[in-house]
């Protein structure tokens, strides 16, 4: 699949003069961020709120390195709230929508760029949590109340892609991401099973450790890693050299990386971040990578100033945050031209144009 928009670096609403000035007002407006903490706590996210004045002092440059995906003349906006834990968000970029997922409401709802209209798009949703799109445009999702990863035919029908390992059923699959060779990998948590969002998980007994697998083009399903404690979010580095993924265990609440190895298993894993932000343990959930490598990652379950999107070199030096008023759980790169971070937080779904374009299709 072309990726026209990969070519489009300087894509936003200011042109690359205007982008430098910004960049320098930025570096000013960083230093006084401290001092604006209790307004920018306060601030109202609601339809009739004042606007914002720019630059939006909620997007932190953390070193000077984040300043360049810094768009001065863009602010936080709130396009949607009133659910009860959202997660999944995936650009159709067909449809020009986004759909995402309500767990404990056990349904699926669609933003369409067009006016801002929000509909359900599908229940119930097998309380669905991670969406993706293959790369011939059909939706993948992750259901923990089906313990199952099914695909949506472009006739509408459903295709169970991987419900048992070994004759067992999965805990509850999480989040998946696909690979240009046609294969599917996705996170098998203990969440759906334990309640988390509201819901009483409604099947029984784990049989299967926590792990991560892969779905083969065959249809072959193969475990490529049990060494996290409880793998969450995952994305592809922009080469698919690297595989990043979230784990939200007890004892573990950072993010690895893993070497991919033929296409097929993964080797070598690190720690690429530890998720320590002034000395507090903000707790990890999705992750994207843009087209220079950056890794944005959500954050949550401390509160304004740690909760929100942080944003990692290649090298795992953190350069940005992002600054919400929920706990936030998934993001995906979204827009015609996948420069607008789309955020779901707990209730409510947020977004953020950027000066980069993600590295993948959504």
Sequence with gaps: MAH????QRHCSFIGRRTLL????VMAGAT???????????????????????????DVVAVTPEFNKYIVGNSAITRLWTGGLWLE???????????????????????????????????????????????????????????????????????TILADTFDGQPFNSPNDAVVHPNGSIWFTDPPYGTQGVGGYEGNYGELLLDN??????????VDMVSDELEAPNGLCFSPDYQQLYIVDTGAS????????????????????????????????????RADIDGNIWA?????????????????QGERIGHIRLPETTSNLVFGGPKRNRLMITASQSLYALYVNTLGAHIT
């Design 88 to 158: 999944g968000p995936a650009w159709n970029a067909v449809g020009r929508y986004l759909l995402w997922s309500d767990i404990p409401n056990n349904v699926q709802l669609r933003w369409l760029e067009e006016d801002g209209h929000v509909s359900t798009f599908r229940t119930p949703s097998g309380n669905s949590n991670g969406n993706t799109f293959d790369w011939e445009g059909r939706q993948i999702s992750c259901q923990h109340g089906n313990r199952q990863v099914v695909r949506y035919e472009h006739d509408g029908s459903v």
């Design 31 to 57: 230093a006084l961020a401290p001092f604006a903490t209790g307004a920018q706590e306060d601030r109202d996210y609601g339809p009739d709120a004042p606007p914002v004045h720019y630059p939006d002092m």
């Design 211 to 220: 792990a991560v697998y892969r779905i083969d083009p065959s249809g072959s």
């Design 298 to 314: 959500t954050g949550g379950w401390i509160g304004y100033g740690f909760d929100g999107v942080h944003c990692f070199t290649p």
């Design 252 to 287: 573990q609440r950072d993010i690895k990386v893993f070497d991919v190895v033929g296409e097929e298993r993964l080797a070598n894993v690190q720690q690429f971040t530890d998720m320590m932000v002034d000395g507090e343990s903000v707790g990890p959930d999705s992750v």
């Design 21 to 24: 000035k910004t960049a320098a």
């Design 4 to 7: 026209d928009a990969l070519d």
